[in-house]
Structures are given as structure tokens and as C-alpha cells.
């Protein structure tokens, strides 16, 4: 069982940037696609970007796309979310996961994602 770490999580004002990483143990996530998702308070959980497990593709929700971007360094087993132009309703806990299967492509579900990470707090103020 891999075990996800995320980091970065802070406050930031709108309009600002910041960046999640995601660092993964226990085994090498190189052939999972990670996924990254946030639960704001009183909301359900909901899909914010993906990636591939080369990187190759990736997969964004509609109300981030063009403002964020994610990636990943197999070398470290580390994924990551960099978050511009951020607006006080990206505030949320940010979680990311590795998906239940080897090699697919970008995915929004959260069923198909076995790992969880524990979250990150994003606070942007107006």
C-alpha cells in the first residue's frame, strides 16, 4: 500500500499562487496516474486535475482549467499542483491520489483511486 503525503497547503490572497506536492512511500507510484481533488467546507469532495502515469496527459475541471497545472517527477515519486490566479472559492482541503490500476489515463472518478493522502488546507482571501 502506498502512502501519499501532500504539502504546500497555506494561505495566499486572491490572485496569488501557490504550489501542492504530493509525496508518495511505501512503493513506486511511476505507472499510476495521481489525481489531485479538494472538499471545501459543507461541499463533497470533487475532482480538480489529473495526470497520466507518464505525465503524458493530463485532465483538469473546468472551474480550475487555464489556472492550474499538475505534474510529476517519477524520479522522486512526487506529484504536484501549481495553483495561479487563485479565487477565494479554490479554498478547500486539497487531497491527492494514485489511481487502483497500472498505466490509464487521466482520471476524474474518485472511485478509481485506491491511495489517499490525509490534505492540505488552501485558504484564499479576498
Known amino acids: 500500500q502506498v502512502q501519499l503525503v501532500e504539502s504546500g497547503g497555506g494561505l495566499v490572497q486572491a490572485g496569488g499562487s501557490l504550489g501542492l506536492s504530493c509525496a508518495a512511500s511505501?512503493?513506486?507510484?511511476?505507472?499510476?496516474?495521481m489525481a489531485w481533488f479538494r472538499q471545501a467546507p459543507g461541499k463533497e469532495r470533487e475532482f480538480v486535475a489529473a495526470?497520466?502515469?507518464?505525465?503524458?496527459?493530463?485532465l483538469f475541471a473546468d472551474s480550475v482549467k487555464g489556472r492550474f497545472t499538475v505534474s510529476r517527477d517519477n524520479a522522486k515519486n512526487t506529484g504536484y499542483l501549481h495553483m495561479d490566479s487563485l479565487k477565494p472559492e479554490d479554498t478547500a482541503v486539497y487531497y491527492c491520489?494514485?489511481?487502483?490500476?497500472?498505466?490509464?489515463?487521466?482520471?476524474?472518478?474518485?472511485?478509481?483511486?485506491?491511495?489517499w493522502g490525509q490534505g492540505t488546507q488552501v485558504t484564499v482571501s479576498s
Open positions: 495526470i497520466s502515469w507518464c505525465g503524458a496527459r493530463t
Open positions: 491520489a494514485t489511481h487502483r490500476r497500472p498505466f490509464t489515463t487521466p482520471q476524474a472518478q474518485q472511485a478509481d483511486f485506491a491511495s
Open positions: 511505501g512503493r513506486s507510484i511511476s505507472n499510476v496516474a
